[in-house]
């Protein structure tokens, strides 16, 4: 096979900074492959993305040296639009490249520019429509969709290119299970039509079926190889940022033979060596959770219908949560999870039924009233950011609220070192990684100090180490009394972090409960197009209560 991507000494800085973002990268890709590429957070893997289309140096201005070339073609000699037909990009911001109005025409945009026959766009749209799963949407406006969707949209408009190269930036961060898997099933069709993939990602999960992986530390290529040899280099792993692989953790815990990088190669292990035969595999008794406090929001008989395109959202849902919990709301892109926490602090009215704060109907609050009751953080966080610096961001909430100059300077320091964003003050918003603005955002609702905070989506964009740090800061406000509310589609963090899962379907509850409980009917999650994490998995298939490694190992060595 060829090579389809040869990178020599690849280093940039941007345009006013002082240390480079890339430095000394080499490599070489043969066509046909599947490429992962992981690495913390400003590790320089979105950079190296758009240095593949020519976006760096020729949109992305700054010191640029050594050569990138594609099929033997220098990018940084050609401009963006002619190396779009070589090289597809799927935005880590995929938001950012949605601009058509309705579903369709966002797919033919770029088929269209390449000036393709009316019957291969149309051969196109419908093909790739159908595989993102949008077919039932053409004619919505793209800004109506989920977040999920939105994403779903973005990665089709690109294949619908058909490029030579594909290139995805985190395409799978607000996709469900099972539309993360439909995602990198594209790896198959691409290799076996001579094509090349390269996925950026934080899941190690993503990098089991590559080809080759890359390991990014500030900067840097530091490990380049089959994922058999990157994924059992924990403490390389580690330093880059990305969780390791749960069976690895468990069998070397344990110290069980074998490496298995799967749960279905960690059954046959156990199998094999009878590495289980002291223990019974029995389902255990799920203890029913957490004592439960005072009613603090309840939806009766809540439905809400959006009104430009008709769609119910919310089909008569019967929910209450108490003073407390920790709740997180799993489900499929579009299933309802976002409208209906969008009713709990009165961002939505409902179109009938009733949904209730401490009792009271949300409609009878002023917007001010239900801010100090029940906080929010977006999905995208860039939809609620539009101060000037990060201080005036996060205090203005307050300054809103009346509060004095010296409580709002004082509650911006702690909420910034919570989230762990201090001397960050004076920095622009949009000028941060998504990453940073998600912790913004979360920033600005601590400071509120809301009995409940909730979160769509609070991982998204954040590394291994950032997602914990997000999750640990969320578990201590709920020890401290704070009600907490994540929708979320990584299942590691809601098994390991929610006494109480939601799942829901088509607008409706399709299962509420402690969260062992939840995760051990797989069938019913399967319904949700969900399946609980790997360790789960095991768990479920041994006939044990663990829902962490920690926890497995205590249970197996009892």
């Known amino acids: 096979m060829s090579v389809a991507i040869s990178i020599e000494d690849l280093t940039f800085t941007y345009q006013g900074n002082e240390r480079p973002t890339l430095k000394n990268i080499n490599g070489q890709i043969k066509e046909g492959t599947f490429i992962v590429v992981m690495g913390h957070g400003g590790a320089g893997k979105s950079t190296l993305c758009c240095s593949l289309n020519a976006l760096i140096p020729k949109f992305f201005r700054g010191k640029y040296q050594g050569r990138v070339l594609i099929k ?10 002619e190396m779009s037909r070589l090289v597809g990009l799927v935005l880590q911001d995929f938001e950012a490249q949605l ?43 793209p800004a109506s969709l989920s977040g999920g969707q939105k ?8 294949l619908a290119l058909e490029p030579k190269i594909l290139v995805m930036d985190e395409p799978t961060t607000d996709l469900d299970p099972l539309g ?16 090349m993939l390269l996925i950026v990602d934080h899941e190690p999960e993503t990098a089991v079926t590559a080809d080759q992986v890359w390991l990014m530390r500030d900067g840097q290529v530091v490990s380049q190889g089959s994922p058999s040899k990157i994924l059992l280099d924990v403490t390389t792993m580690e330093s880059c940022g990305i969780k390791t692989l749960p069976m690895v953790e468990l069998f070397r815990s344990l110290n069980w033979p074998g490496n298995p990088l799967t749960v279905e190669t960690a059954i046959e292990l156990i199998q094999k060596h009878h590495l289980t035969q002291h223990f019974k595999l029995k389902a255990k008794t799920v203890s029913s959770g957490q004592s439960k406090g005072s009613p603090i929001l309840k939806a009766e008989e809540l439905r809400y219908i959006y009104p430009t395109y008709y769609v119910e959202a919310l089909r008569g849902i019967d929910l209450t949560i108490y003073e407390g919990e920790f709740i997180a709301i799993l489900g499929q892109n579009g299933s309802g999870k976002t409208t209906l926490a969008k009713h709990f602090n009165g961002l939505l009215k409902p179109t009938s ?26 999905q995208n966080p860039d939809h609620q950011i539009f ?14 609220q009346g509060e004095p100059p010296k409580t709002i300077e004082k509650r911006v320091a702690g909420a910034l070192e919570v989230v762990g964003l201090q001397g960050y003050e004076q920095k622009i918003p949009f000028t941060l990684t998504k990453g940073e603005r998600q912790c913004v955002a979360v920033a600005s609702v601590l400071t509120a100090q809301s009995q409940v905070i909730i979160l769509d989506e609070p991982t998204t964009g954040l590394d291994y180490r950032h997602q ?30 929610a006494n109480r899962t939601i799942v829901m379907k088509d607008g409706y509850i399709l299962s509420d409960g402690p969260t062992r409980a939840v995760f051990a009917d797989e069938a019913r999650l399967v319904e949700a197009s969900l399946c609980p994490p790997s360790l789960v998995r095991l768990s479920n298939w041994l ?11 205590q249970e197996l060595k009892k």
């Open 99 to 141: 601009f058509s109005t309705n579903v369709e025409l966002e797919m033919a945009f770029g088929p269209e520019n390449h000036c393709l026959p009316r019957q291969e766009i149309e051969r196109r749209i419908e093909r790739y429509l159908a595989f993102v799963g949008l077919e039932k949407l053409r004619n919505r406006e």
């Open 180 to 195: 993360r898997k439909e995602v990198l099933s594209v790896a198959e069709s691409i290799r076996e039509e001579g094509r």
């Open 151 to 158: 994403q779903r949209l973005a990665i089709g408009s690109v």
């Open 387 to 400: 101060a000037r610096t990060v201080a005036d961001e996060v205090g203005f909430g307050l300054k809103m």
């Open 468 to 497: 914990r740090n997000m999750m640990e800061m969320l578990k201590r406000l709920n020890r401290y009394g704070h009600t907490i509310i994540i929708i979320t589609h990584s299942m590691w963090v809601a098994s390991e972090y």
């Open 543 to 553: 006939g044990t209560e663990a829902l962490t490694v920690q926890e497995m190992v």
């Open 353 to 378: 039924g009733h949904m209730l704060v401490q009792n009271k109907p949300t409609t009878e609050y002023s917007h001010r009233e239900l801010a100090r009751l029940v906080g929010y953080v977006f």
């Open 72 to 81: 033997g073609q220098e990018v940084a000699r050609h401009r963006v639009a």
